[in-house]
């Protein structure tokens, strides 16, 4: 009897199996889950939306499907939630999905890409409501060329709006720019200025060809080399990439209180570091943002299907998740709009 009371007792003092964790076949962690809100953005941005929205305005998850998929993805470790779009703020239930996913255990980080349209006004309900990390699509410093690539004359609005949010406390405040022929001469001298007393970072995204922007593309496309180039001439340094960061490569100066950021999916390599899985607005994972069709999850979000069925179809789709993208090869898969890339 003594002997069976210590193996009880050496059985419950073991621990526990560790959960099933999000790794793919060629040992890529995923912790970082960026989850699209709805595909409808209010920008008529000429390199992604130039003609405006004119998709179905209706049908993407509810706010229970997003908290129950959250739970699903943080059971398998995944500790960063970003919420995406289209543009995220067009849902008057904003608020909500972020406190929904804030309240998630094991998630550490609750992010946001905005156009920073309504930025000003709710970046506060945000910021209680748990978010903690904000990225806002900022294209150009400059009034005019900002009105041309979006179809708003809205730029002071948003820059007062990132102002605002640098003082509430967040652990990171990003601005988003994609590197155009049209920008480039200009932009990387006023962006240092702008970060110059701002602790902030602005990251440069290189444009990438989609199924909807060829011509854009071939009158448009600069290398990410111009900007590494520029900022090491200039005495900035590239810092370590942590675990659960996005595709950015970030750049500091002792003489800057923000840093600059590259993204470069044509560099070589850009894939190995791949570390986050993505959910469009109608519940369809997506392996890769340049890959084709996906896993629907949808019929797994409803309060009358066991969680173990959700996390279960998430691990045995990664074993399909590809080395890396074909870019290079002018194939993005069946991306359509730079609006589903940054980050």
């Known amino acids: 009897m003594a002997e ?14 560790a959960p099933p964790s999000l790794v793919d076949g060629f040992g890529r962690r995923f912790r970082y889950l960026r989850l699209s809100v709805t595909e409808v953005c209010n920008f008529r941005c000429a390199y992604c939306l130039p003609d405006g929205y004119r998709g179905k305005a209706d049908g993407f998850l509810e706010l229970d499907e997003i908290a129950r998929l959250v739970r699903g993805f943080a059971a398998l470790g995944v500790t960063k939630v970003r919420l ?15 406190a929904a996913a804030a309240a998630t255990p094991g998630v550490m980080k609750v992010a946001l890409t905005t156009n920073g349209w309504r930025l000003d006004r709710r970046v506060r309900g945000w910021r209680d409501a748990g978010l903690s990390h904000l990225n806002v699509s900022i294209d150009s410093l400059d009034p005019a060329a900002f009105a041309r690539l979006t179809g708003h004359d809205r730029l002071e609005d948003i820059l ?29 001298d ?10 902030a970072t602005v990251r440069f995204i290189e444009l990438m060809r989609t199924l909807d922007n060829g011509p854009w593309f071939d009158a448009q496309h600069v290398r990410a080399e111009v900007l590494e180039r520029w900022l090491r001439e200039r005495g900035w340094t590239a810092r370590p990439r942590r675990a659960d960061d996005g595709p950015a490569i970030e750049y500091a100066h002792p003489d800057y209180a923000g840093r600059f950021g590259v993204i470069a999916p044509y560099g070589a390599g850009f894939c190995d570091g791949c570390n986050r899985l993505r959910v469009t607005a109608r519940g369809k994972l997506r ?9 629907d999850l949808r019929d797994l979000v409803t309060d009358s299907v066991a969680p173990e069925r959700l996390e279960q179809r998430i691990l045995d789709a990664l074993p399909t998740k590809q080395r890396g993208h074909e870019l290079m090869l002018g194939r993005s898969g069946d991306l359509r709009r730079m609006a589903d890339v940054g980050g």
């Open 4 to 17: 069976a009371g210590l193996m009880e007792l050496d059985a419950a003092r073991a621990p526990s199996p």
């Open 160 to 188: 007062r709006g990132v102002d605002t949010a640098l003082g509430l406390g967040f652990g990171a405040v990003k601005l988003n720019a994609v590197l155009l022929r049209d920008t480039v001469d200009s932009a990387f």
């Open 84 to 98: 995406s779009g289209g543009e995220p703020s067009v849902r008057a239930d904003l608020d909500d999905i972020i």
């Open 287 to 295: 392996l890769c943002l340049f890959g084709e069709g996906g896993v």
């Open 190 to 199: 006023q962006f240092a200025d702008w970060l110059r007393h701002r602790p």
